[in-house]
T-cell receptor, first 113, second 111 residues
Framework: AQSVTQLDSHVSVSEGTPVLLRCNYS??????LFWYVQHPNKGLQLLLK??????LVKGINGFEAEFKKSETSFHLTKPSAHMSDAAEYFC???????????FGTGTRLQVFP | KAGVTQTPRYLIKTRGQQVTLSCSPI?????VSWYQQTPGQGLQFLFE???????NKGNFPGRFSGRQFSNSRSEMNVSTLELGDSALYLC??????????FGPGTRLTVL
């Protein structure tokens, strides 16, 4: 069975400092992994997607994630946080048999000035 | 291309009533999936439609149903509403593979 675990429910950073949002996955197959972001009262926006073409995936708004099979991790990073990055971030794995998305519990990112 | 649209954006209903939510996918996308988001349960998969057929179903009671039309637009219906059905209902569309693009959601409040 596929699953993802987001290791932090809340992360707080100062504007201009690096962001690290942690995600571990469990999958019997070579997984398709995603990061989505949800701003308050909004839908989900795709940040980036991993599908085995490259282990370092670059996304929108300066975010990137690295797939590490040995650690079963897919952590999201950004070198310098911006106030507009404050939102909820979801790590997601896709069930290869059904394409159903399985969501982590989310990490709320706060950015302080 | 226009994104996924959902109507209405907000709904208030009372217990026992029924409700229908609508989703228009991105043009050319044939798959539409529905998700429920609540503070307690997080994001949970409801069902997926492809070419007017329900292809996958999550673990929700039969009060939750859906359909898809020939133009790929989808509706979901919840009958006999309960307080616990209050949630943000998200629709996502995809063309092929597994990248899903989400709409803004419909926030349903059951009183």
């Amino acid at each position: 069975a596929q699953s993802v675990t987001q290791l932090d429910s809340h992360v707080s950073v100062s504007e201009g400092t690096p962001v690290l949002l942690r995600c571990n996955y469990s999958s019997s197959y070579s997984p398709s992994l995603f990061w989505y972001v949800q701003h308050p009262n909004k839908g989900l926006q795709l940040l980036l997607k991993y599908t085995s073409a490259a282990t370092l995936v670059k996304g929108i708004n300066g975010f990137e994630a690295e797939f590490k099979k040995s650690e079963t991790s897919f952590h999201l990073t950004k070198p310098s946080a911006h106030m507009s990055d404050a939102a909820e971030y979801f790590c997601v794995v896709s069930d290869p048999n059904t394409d159903k998305l399985i969501f982590g519990t989310g990490t709320r990112l706060q950015v302080f000035p | 291309k226009a994104g996924v649209t959902q109507t209405p954006r907000y709904l208030i209903k009372t217990r026992g009533q029924q409700v229908t939510l609508s989703c228009s996918p991105i043009s050319g996308h044939r798959s539409v999936s529905w998700y429920q988001q609540t503070p307690g349960q997080g994001l949970q998969f409801l069902f997926e439609y492809f070419s007017e057929t329900q292809r996958n179903k999550g673990n929700f009671p039969g009060r939750f149903s859906g359909r898809q039309f020939s133009n790929s637009r989808s509706e979901m219906n919840v009958s006999t509403l309960e307080l616990g059905d209050s949630a943000l209902y998200l629709c996502a569309s995809s063309s092929s593979g597994d990248t899903q693009y989400f709409g803004p959601g419909t926030r349903l409040t059951v009183l």
